[in-house]
């Protein structure tokens, strides 16, 4: 099995790339269209910021790559953002993939300090039928790692959901598209439950 992570000038990838060797997976990093294309899972992962990072995939060519990808896909914080319509973060235009807009949060109570960092629950796992098996295995209300200053509202394509200063969704579906607000590969053995759902059982 092909598995590749795509290299777009984003942060987090080698912790990325680590946490899929531990469950035996040998990533490819990479930014070259053909090796991306014919990859059995893909990998979107990102921290930074919105508007820069999307001139990065444009000026390569990856913003349509991405959405024209037929095998499993999986986003992870900013690579989940930047598959909707549009961020509030530098106003920017983004995929296209999920057709709504990511939002700031607004906090009016100091104990909800943003950035959202930390360990936090998800609940409503699955609650979409066409999502077969990122959520096996993983109880609800299960803990998981955020760090992140805009989220994305609950809407039909949420499949997990996670309540800081309102609830959001802390995860997304779509066809062969799947996507993390939280990061997996910072979150455990419950991060390693989705990651080795997304590389084996879908």
């Not at 531990?22 to 930074?48: C, N, S, Y």
């Not at 709504?100 to 104990?111: A, G, L, Q």
């Not at 997304?172 to 390693?192: C, D, L, M, R, V």
């Amino acid at each position: 099995m092909k598995v590749v992570i795509i290299d777009y000038n984003a942060g987090n990838i080698r912790s990325v790339e680590n946490a899929l060797k531990r469950l035996g997976v040998e990533p490819v990093i990479t930014a070259d269209h053909e090796l991306i294309r014919t990859a059995d899972k893909v990998i979107f992962p990102g921290v930074g910021e919105a508007a820069t990072t999307m001139n990065f995939l444009k000026e390569r060519g990856l913003n349509t790559l991405i959405k024209g990808l037929k095998q499993p896909v999986l986003g992870i914080c900013l690579g989940m953002q930047l598959m909707c319509r549009y961020s509030e973060e530098g106003s920017t235009p983004c995929l296209g993939i999920f057709d709504t807009d990511v939002k700031r949060f607004v906090s009016n109570r100091h104990e909800d300090k943003v950035p959202h960092v930390g360990w936090n629950t998800i609940y409503g796992m699955g609650a979409s039928s066409v999502t077969p098996g990122l959520f096996d295995g993983v109880a609800e209300n299960a803990y998981v790692y955020f760090v992140h200053s805009y989220y994305v509202p609950v809407g039909s394509f949420t499949i997990a959901t996670t309540d800081y200063i309102l609830p959001f969704s802390a995860a997304i579906q779509q066809g062969n598209f799947y996507a993390t607000q939280f990061h997996p590969e910072k979150s455990g053995s419950i991060g390693e439950q989705i990651l080795k759902n997304f590389l084996f059982e879908i």
